[in-house]
């Protein structure tokens, strides 16, 4: 039998690493990497600051999860820029509660160490950490985040995520910004998975969607023109998977709390409204599926720490939540009943028809927030 893939990466990647200062005892392929083979590395010897352990992510043309899905290998090169840039860029958040308080820092992981000819890197590791929504789903997490941890969550990423935008825009960052405005491939396959997508949920979903085809079809050709916007504060570079690892104790007291924001591969130069559109709609799902209130609560803070500079862009913010809801929402196996599918697609939809329309008297609820300083 054939070794697996993952076998002969290993043995390179320690034979790559072995007369380095990040040299590993034993390397442990982490679940969830469906772009990258990802492991965790064991150091042979600690780091000066005490780090014991490093993740490694390694590239090919395709995804770890699908040899089948040919993707270039180059998307490492702007997570390589990115994080060499944002050298650990952070901001930080102070929950107050009644009984203790503690400061939510959210950062993205270090960049140790980049080898081009190998599409390897070795990065800082948030041990014992899960990504935000399985964290939430958890059986020790799910009945137990308060309202108040909640919302100081949403607030400490929507506060980082207000200052990435930001960041991007100082005349010093103009070199990388450069950079990644090269990432051509991974802009059009964002756009192409969501937007591209949508016309094929149509016909899955056509008593459902059928009366909105015309109106999908104007929104595909919209996104299509606002990758190419550029000059207004609601275009610049964008994460692009705005993903976030929480490590398990965090519901515990302490003093510090430290979020990573991670897989930069898609980082490039976008409509900042979709990165907001994403997380938003991952968090709801949260309730949608799972009866788990602290998605909603999460958005509340998350639009307490984003300010959203006007009312197309909180209207381009829905779309791109109904597009996630569509065509990912609809599509996740295991998460809920064929009727909360349903439910999940025909709100999908009247989010893009409403906000195409600029309703902004339709919205309520969790999304209000989006409108509340405009």
Request: hydrophobic share 40%.
């Given at each position: 039998?054939?070794?697996?893939?993952?076998?002969?990466?290993?043995?390179?990647?320690?034979?790559?690493?072995?007369?380095?200062?990040?040299?590993?005892?034993?390397?442990?392929?982490?679940?969830?990497?469906?772009?990258?083979?990802?492991?965790?590395?064991?150091?042979?010897?600690?780091?000066?600051?005490?780090?014991?352990?490093?993740?490694?992510?390694?590239?090919?043309?395709?995804?770890?999860?699908?040899?089948?899905?040919?993707?270039?290998?180059?998307?490492?090169?702007?997570?390589?820029?990115?994080?060499?840039?944002?050298?650990?860029?952070?901001?930080?958040?102070?929950?107050?509660?009644?009984?203790e308080s503690r400061a939510i820092t959210v950062k993205p992981p270090r960049l140790f160490t980049f080898h081009s000819d190998?599409?390897?890197?070795?990065?800082?590791?948030?041990?014992?950490?899960?990504?935000?929504?399985?964290?939430?789903?958890?059986?020790?997490?799910?009945?137990?985040?308060?309202?108040?941890?909640?919302?100081?969550?949403?607030?400490?990423?929507?506060?980082?995520?207000?200052?990435?935008?930001?960041?991007?825009?100082?005349?010093?960052?103009?070199?990388?910004?450069?950079?990644?405005?090269?990432?051509?491939a991974m802009r059009n396959l964002k756009l192409s998975v969501n937007y591209g997508s949508l016309a094929a949920r149509v016909d899955?979903?056509?008593?459902?969607?059928?009366?909105?085809?015309?109106?999908?079809?104007?929104?595909?050709?919209?996104?299509?023109?606002?990758?190419?916007?550029?000059?207004e504060v609601e275009y610049g570079i964008i994460h692009g998977d705005f993903c976030v690892l929480v490590p398990q104790w965090a519901l515990d007291p302490s003093p510090q709390t430290s979020l990573f924001?991670?897989?930069w591969e898609l980082c490039h130069f976008g409509p900042r409204a979709w990165d907001l559109g994403q997380m938003l709609a991952e968090l709801y799902m949260l309730k949608h599926f799972r009866g788990i209130d602290a998605g909603p609560w999460?958005?509340?803070?998350?639009?307490?720490?984003y300010q959203v500079p006007n009312e197309a862009f909180a209207f381009w913010v829905l779309i791109h939540v109904g597009v996630h809801f569509i065509t990912f929402g609809s599509m996740i196996r295991g998460w809920g009943t064929p009727e909360q599918v349903a439910d999940l697609v025909h709100l999908g939809r009247d989010l893009i028809v409403k906000a195409w329309e600029k309703d902004r008297g339709w919205f309520s609820g969790v999304w209000k927030h989006l409108f509340k300083d405009l």
């Open positions: 039998m054939d070794a697996k893939p993952e076998d002969s990466f290993k043995l390179n990647i320690t034979r790559e690493l072995e007369h380095t200062r990040y040299a590993c005892s034993s390397l442990t392929r982490l679940s969830g990497g469906t772009v990258n083979f990802v492991f965790r590395g064991l150091l042979s010897r600690p780091l000066e600051d005490g780090t014991k352990s490093v993740i490694i992510k390694h590239s090919e043309g395709y995804a770890a999860a699908n040899r089948n899905l040919e993707l270039t290998a180059e998307r490492c090169l702007f997570e390589e820029a990115s994080l060499k840039a944002l050298n650990g860029l952070t901001s930080t958040v102070a929950m107050k509660g009644q009984s190998t599409n390897t890197a070795v990065l800082e590791d948030l041990p014992d950490s899960l990504d935000l929504k399985t964290f939430c789903i958890s059986s020790a997490a799910s009945t137990t985040i308060s309202q108040e941890w909640a919302v100081s969550i949403g607030k400490a990423l929507g506060t980082w995520l207000w200052a990435f935008h930001r960041w991007t825009d100082e005349k010093d960052q103009a070199d990388v910004v450069a950079e990644l405005e090269k990432n051509h899955q979903y056509p008593a459902l969607l059928g009366e909105a085809r015309e109106v999908f079809e104007q929104v595909r050709l919209a996104a299509a023109a606002e990758v190419e916007k550029k000059g924001v991670v897989d999460m958005i509340e803070g998350f639009l307490e720490g």
